[in-house]
């Protein structure tokens, strides 16, 4: 419990487990490569939506999970090759130079998602497309509504979201599932919207 200093978990491998009850400054989890993160709040903490984790975290890490149940700063997940995260805000260029892995957020996201983003995916959580779409970095990345498939995934990473932090604002997202589902976005690279898309429309032909 406290206040971690900078790359807490950093270098992180296969079998260990860190939770820590307080907040992360910057590199949380840099070049971590497995294992699991809990970053949770204190139990006195009455914040609406509190600030976790500071800029850089992730930077890249090629494995592992992390779960934040509150905000991280800056470039959340650059250059992440392969960790998996869930986190309930993040600020600007996040998801930036990402090649792999998966980053969801659940609640407001920065200017300047997915800059140079070339592989991987996001899951944003927006009820208002518009403002999403002009967060978005427009060279590299868009955003779809996820598939069935996309949609489970998320579902499954929020719920162990949910079950490691005890979040009480992703248990309500769970509690109205078919509200939330309405507002999630899956973000990723151009190339692979078009073969998503490219498949779909085989689908359709094919009936």
């Given at each position: 419990?406290?206040?971690?200093?900078?790359?807490?978990?950093?270098?992180?491998?296969?079998?260990?487990?860190?939770?820590?009850?307080g907040?992360?400054?910057?590199?949380l989890?840099?070049?971590?490569g497995?294992?699991?993160?809990?970053?949770?709040?204190?139990?006195?903490?009455?914040?609406?939506?509190?600030?976790?984790?500071?800029?850089?975290?992730?930077?890249?890490?090629?494995?592992?999970?992390?779960?934040?149940?509150?905000?991280?700063?800056?470039?959340?997940?650059?250059?992440n090759?392969?960790?998996?995260?869930v986190?309930?805000?993040?600020?600007d260029h996040?998801?930036?130079?990402?090649?792999g892995?998966?980053?969801?957020?659940?609640?407001?996201?920065?200017?300047?998602?997915?800059?140079?983003?070339?592989?991987?995916?996001?899951?944003?959580?927006?009820?208002?497309?518009?403002?999403?779409?002009?967060?978005?970095?427009?060279?590299?990345?868009?955003a779809?509504?996820?598939?069935?498939?996309?949609?489970?995934?998320?579902?499954?990473?929020?719920?162990?979201?949910?079950?490691?932090?005890?979040?009480?604002r992703?248990?309500?997202l769970?509690?109205?599932?078919?509200?939330a589902?309405?507002?999630?976005?899956?973000?990723?690279?151009?190339d692979?919207?078009?073969?998503?898309?490219?498949?779909?429309?085989?689908r359709?032909?094919s009936v």
């Amino acid at each position: 419990a406290g206040a971690a200093g900078q790359s807490f978990a950093a270098f992180l491998t296969h079998g260990v487990e860190l939770d820590l009850t307080g907040e992360a400054n910057d590199y949380l989890g840099k070049g971590m490569g497995g294992g699991v993160v809990v970053v949770r709040p204190p139990a006195n903490d009455r914040s609406e939506l509190p600030t976790l984790a500071g800029n850089t975290c992730l930077y890249g890490a090629t494995g592992g999970e992390l779960y934040v149940a509150g905000g991280v700063g800056e470039r959340f997940g650059v250059r992440n090759s392969g960790a998996v995260a869930v986190v309930e805000s993040a600020g600007d260029h996040c998801c930036e130079y990402m090649t792999g892995g998966t980053v969801v957020v659940t609640g407001s996201v920065g200017w300047n998602l997915g800059a140079g983003m070339t592989g991987g995916q996001a899951f944003v959580f927006d009820g208002d497309a518009e403002r999403l779409l002009s967060r978005l970095n427009p060279d590299l990345v868009d955003a779809v509504r996820p598939d069935a498939a996309a949609l489970e995934e998320v579902r499954w990473l929020v719920e162990r979201h949910a079950a490691l932090t005890g979040s009480p604002r992703t248990a309500r997202l769970l509690d109205d599932w078919a509200t939330a589902a309405d507002h999630v976005w899956h973000v990723l690279p151009k190339d692979e919207v078009r073969r998503i898309e490219g498949r779909q429309a085989g689908r359709v032909v094919s009936v």
